[in-house]
């Protein structure tokens, strides 16, 4: 028997069987120079990858110019884009203003960005202070008024700033793309046919699972803001779209390591001459031990350290122990607040309440007169400095603590350096592996994980069981050894 001899796919020869089989958003041939090739590229799966990855080089550039062309002269010179992209995106699509071929439309859906915090969210709990100092409207405003101030201070905060951000970014991916394929008054309302029309254009462009389902989520939060119905609805919808992904693509995992109980009593016994260092170990112990993401980490302040909080319970044990007290959760969306627990260590050198208890004493991070936190618990203190701050130089060029805070990011990256300077790989660890290391070392000591749920601020279980790593290798030798080979 003859083996048929192996074939590669050119969907570019291949015409629909009517023009309705194949949606005009999703025609590459037609919407310009460049586009037809992204439908080759994808089904040449038997060239070499470093052809591809000139090819795509080649079609970034065509779709580049494509979408100037359709931009016109009046954005010329105007256009920015954003680096490190698999698909060409505009840095700034609300350039898209001064194209004329969407003159006398409503752009506004398309380009409205509320990823910023709003007055009331920078106030950080004192919503009633902010609120003051908008003014109020008064007697005499009017509904659409009143309307109006409520979607640009409250309606955006059904989301963080952060997934803000992120969908934002994302939709700029679906921006830029209805601009090359002239489908600018398809992608709000989106049907479902225009929503595979462009996630075959990201899957042709490369884009990993994770990216494409990003701008997914981006697409289905921008049309409920608008109360609109999203591209993908109905029960289970999302998860079939999800695994139908996942099976094309697959769903690797991220190499990132988790904190290991022996990481966190390597850090406690060193004594870093280097302010910056102390800081950075003292953050990362504490992010692990109470299991903290690093946003919360960022955001905590002096008053934040509540000492010898358990022994108001009346049970003695609890001297030198400390809470934490987390006032905003991801989980915690009404401020209900969190306080987990650092216990008082058996071996003094590994004691990180008083190895806290020192650091605020050298950088002078005390809690301030006027602070609000135990009245307040649910809003920022406004007088009282970070727990971890940024540093300066001070007098000598000698570093000292400032009053600004650290960003999520510089969390993070002192999280990596903290445990390379204990001999790990700072590559396979980041800001998560903290929290990974918290919920991993407490669930295989045989926590139970209702009670850890109530510190690391989890809602459903099946969410926290997704930080779950083995920290000992042994076990995964378990199923075999109950073989008895």
Not at 20 to 42: C, D, H, K, M, N
Not at 65 to 73: E, K, P, S, V, W
Not at 96 to 109: E, S, T
Not at 364 to 386: E, S
Request: aromatic share 6%.
């Amino acid at each position: 028997m003859s083996i048929p001899r192996r074939r590669s796919l050119d969907f570019s020869r291949r015409q629909p069987a009517s023009a309705e089989a194949l949606s005009q958003s999703a025609r590459p041939a037609a919407a310009g120079p460049g586009l037809a090739a992204l439908v080759q590229l994808a089904a040449a799966h038997d060239e070499p990858r470093c052809t591809w990855a000139e090819e795509l080089d080649s079609v970034r550039a065509a779709w580049r110019a494509h979408i100037r062309l359709q931009l016109g002269a009046a954005c010329e010179g105007h256009v920015r884009w954003s680096g490190g992209r698999a698909m060409p995106v505009l840095d700034n699509v609300e350039v898209i203003r001064r194209a004329h071929a969407y003159d006398g439309m409503d752009l506004r859906p398309l380009l409205l960005d509320v990823s910023a915090p709003t007055a009331l969210e920078r106030g950080d709990g004192n919503w009633d202070t902010a609120l003051h100092g908008l003014g109020g409207l008064g007697l005499s405003a009017s509904l659409a008024q009143l309307t109006d101030a409520f979607n640009q201070h409250v309606w955006p905060a059904r989301a963080q700033p952060e997934t803000r951000s992120k969908q934002w970014g994302h939709w700029c991916v679906v921006v830029t793309w209805a601009v090359a394929r002239k489908a600018v008054e398809l992608i709000l309302p989106m049907s479902t046919d225009t929503l595979k029309a462009l996630t075959w254009d990201m899957l042709a462009f490369r884009m990993s699972r994770s990216q494409i389902m990003a701008v997914w989520n981006a697409v289905q939060a921008r049309h409920r803001s608008y109360a609109l119905l999203p591209p993908i609805r109905g029960q289970g919808e999302y998860t079939a779209w999800a695994r139908m992904l996942g099976s094309v693509m697959g769903s690797p995992m991220r190499l990132k390591f988790p904190i290991h109980k022996a990481v966190v009593a390597a850090l406690l016994r060193q004594r870093p001459a280097s302010v910056a260092d102390n800081r950075n170990r003292l953050l990362t112990a504490l992010a692990t031990i109470t299991c903290l993401r690093v946003s919360e980490v960022a955001r905590l302040q002096t008053c934040d350290l509540w000492f010898d909080h358990f022994t108001g319970y009346g049970i003695p044990g609890f001297d030198g122990s400390c809470a934490v007290h987390v006032a905003k959760r991801k989980n915690d969306s009404v401020r209900k607040g969190h306080l987990p627990g650092i216990g008082r260590s058996a071996d003094p050198e590994l004691d990180l309440v008083w190895q806290l208890r020192i650091w605020l004493a050298d950088m002078q991070l005390d809690v301030r007169d006027g602070c609000t936190k135990r009245v307040r618990p649910a809003a920022r203190c406004p007088v009282c400095p970070p727990l971890f701050p940024k540093t300066r130089r001070g007098p000598g060029r000698v570093a000292v603590a400032s009053e600004e805070r650290m960003s999520r990011q510089m969390v993070s990256d002192a999280i990596r350096r903290a445990v390379g300077s204990v001999g790990c790989s700072g590559a396979h660890f980041s800001g998560i592996s903290a929290r990974k290391g918290g919920l991993s070392t407490a669930i295989q000591a045989g926590v139970e994980e209702v009670v850890l749920y109530l510190q690391s601020g989890h809602g459903p279980e099946r969410a926290a069981r997704r930080y779950m790593q083995l920290l000992d290798p042994t076990r995964l030798m378990e199923t075999f050894q109950a073989f008895g080979l």
